[in-house]
């Protein structure tokens, strides 16, 4: 879509509505795919669509299309979603005075070249060869630049650029009828010219891995790495969405102010860190986003919302207004930093007389996770006894309430890592138990 | 279309070249509490071409159809730069054909007001439910044409029409929060979503039955599936394995997934079948162009096939079986699942739970997950059994279990059978929500982990 047809769109829909707003999404991705040891398949993804929101007699209408050609048919669309719709609590935003300027746009992404991703993904493929010939290497590298365009009838006009370059490296071991796979993955808005770091990581766990030790039903301390941190986070990130505290759905609502986390935890929502994947000025209706935390010192600070939700819960919008161009915005973080505490991980491993290193799970996201629930299996996994991994378990399960979780912190890591748009360092909690056979 | 797409595959020097466009609308309303969050339609439009040279694949998806030679001849490009070792897929066709998802009422018969009162319904049973906070109902219906060519001369046209609805219940006291829901959604038209009243009032009574439930304790179990969630078991625990894209060139676990092998007891059968009209993994033909068919994965227990796309059954010497799938023109076919079902035995329900002195009742799903080798499964509900009878009734059970152990230890089958679509779907690659069935009787298993406290 040129500019003048984003234009055009929100012309007409001006003629036929109170207010209207256009949001509109184009982007290319190229990705490089191996799997098996072999390189396999080259993609690229180009997109755009546009979607169209309305305030029309005081009620919100939406409707949404990649098929550019017929631009009357979407505003008809939205007429007919504007007759049902949801009575509209908010307008739509006029151009914010100042906006701030962050870093999301690194001009040599475009240009890496599907061969140089090649050569990259070759490299792990040489060094998990070299590591042992009974590994099956698997490395996908993407890089992407995508736009992301808001313009309204009350003269908001925002666009902004960014790119991505994303990669996962994951080896496979099938021995004795037993398999194993570990994967690391790294996103960031800037270029980056390897995924050895990734192959090294994958490697010295698979090496860990090797020898499987017996798992029983016990209780004992835990050790969640950044990659499975995922499972403490998930729950937080539903009660946050200012939707689930309107609705009173969120175990958060009505807590503001409340200690709901050990004092050693302090999440914050970052749309500034320079090339994060999240960074952003604005959310995708044009609210300017900022620095807040969510929890300070295990205190809960604030909720995310979009226009709607924040003129529902009586708020100021936090600027967390975020979709694609099919669908209507819904409240999500940008940047998402749990804060590093003070206990390097080798120290963390050294204190355990018997605990369990969780790096991997499977069934996340499938318990009760608006009450804060998880119940995983470990898939990758190490038992440490006297300060020591003596081997991996496997074919057991951990399972625990974040909220009870997260307040019998024993350590927090001071190597926070960056995987996606969350920055999140290794957490030692107590008490949980496993579950196995025997 | 089928000049153009037909004579774009011939043009491409590549060994092989398929092209898809795909059209689409959908209907969309969902009610979340009192408001109307969402109401209206979408229409999408766009294309991808994946072409086969030398042994590489090259895949390019895109929105603008005006430049479409173009994209054809990037693919191209693409699987050149991949390279490899040149090999023929598995021969298919050429077909040409039409299918069109036949119902008796289409969806888009029914007026955006009469499908918005039909949900507002059934959000006020919900809502009006004793100890209810607040509701989730959401109804989809969508009609997607996708025209497809390949350079061996197929040319089929597919319009798809699903309909589906999930109505889904929240309670509230304090701290303890818990959701209860039911999911419809197949190829069987509007008639299949009018009539969830009952089900919504039996939502609202799970709901609230699930405050008063108890943490369910860790450890291993004996445990009673019922159909729905035998079905996602039957999915996660031994589907994703058939998928021979996992299989074909990783020589350790083709040598453990050897047709002839044992995997259960002589009484187990476990079928895929993409033939069956109506259900929701319904496909009159993939998105490689070979018709959906019914494949036997396991029967009396031993393995004896597994799900193909072109390439897997050439490398591995098998037949095609019609499971390439893409979840919309943005993405390559990959190998999945259609109506995955473990088969009905001879053993009652009644008297299954009667020789079950200790253990779990099992039902419905939230969802599960696999890696291959270990999976979890999650019910919806679950009581405990004791004496053979069902006692009081848990919350939080998540389920583990081993695929080369746990079908072992299934030692009950059910008579009866249900298969099941929903709203949601599988995911795989990134590929999220693809439409599929699964089913089963009940069943028991043996030594199954549970995670708790």
Known sequence: ??????????????????????FEESGEAVSVNFEDNRLKEITTRQFRGVGLRVIHQGRIGFASTTDLRNPAKLVDMAAASAVFGDKAQFEFPSRPATLQKVEMYDSRVPNVSAAQMVEMGNEGLSLSRRASDAYLYGCGISRSTQMQRVLNTNGLDVQRKSTDMSASVGVQEVRDGSLLQVYEFKAWAQRFGSVLDLAETVLDKMKKASVVVPAKLEAMPMIFTPKAAGNLGEPLEVALDGKHVHKGSSILRGRIGEQILDERIT?????????????????DEGTPTRRQHFFEKGVLKAFMTDLQTAALLGMAPTGHGFRGYGSRPEPSPTNLITEAGDTSFDDMVRGMRRGLIIDQTLGSGQSNVLAGEFSVNVELGFLVEDGRIVGRVKDCMVAGNVYEVLKRVEA?????????STCVPPIMVGGLKLAAQG | MKDALQKLCQSLSADYAEVRIQESTSTSIRYAGKELEDIGQRTERGGCVRALKNGGWGFVTFNDLDDLTR?????????????????SLAPAGPFEATYRTKVETDPAAVSLEDKQRMCDRYNRVILGGKRIQTSVVAYRDSRSTTYFANSDGSYIEQEYIFCGVIVSAIAVEGTNIQRAYKSVGDLRGFGNVVNMDADCEKVVQRTVESLDAKRVEAGTYTVILDPMLCGVFVHEAFGHLSESDFLYENPRLKEIMQLGRRFGPDFLNITDDGSLDGEAGFIAFDNEGVPGSCNPLIKNGILVGRLHNRETAAKMGENP???????????????????????????????????????????????????????TFSPEEAYRIRGGKIAEKLRDVVLTGNVFQTLQNIDRIGSDFELHGGLGGCGKGGQSPLRVGDGGPHCRIRNVVVGGR
């Not at chain 2, 979840?327 to 329900?349: D, L, W």
Request: net charge negative; with cysteine.
């Open chain 1, 1 to 22: 879509m040129n500019e003048s047809s984003a234009e055009r769109l929100l012309e007409a829909a001006a003629n036929r509505f109170d207010q209207a707003e256009v």
């Open chain 1, 267 to 283: 999440i914050t929502d970052d749309p500034t860190v320079p090339f994060a994947p999240g960074t952003c000025p604005t959310d």
């Open chain 1, 412 to 420: 927090v890591g001071s190597e926070a890592q960056w995987l996606g």
């Open chain 2, 71 to 87: 994209y054809a001849r990037q693919a191209v490009e693409q699987a050149e730069l991949v390279g490899g070792t040149k090999f």
């Open chain 2, 321 to 375: 079986s019609g499971n390439a799938r893409a979840i919309s023109y943005h993405h390559p076919p990959i190998v999945r699942m259609t109506n995955t079902f473990m088969e009905a035995g001879e053993t009652s329900f009644g008297q299954m739970l009667q020789e079950t002195d200790d253990g779990i009742y099992a039902l419905g799903m939230i969802g599960g997950q696999t890696n291959m080798e270990m999976f």
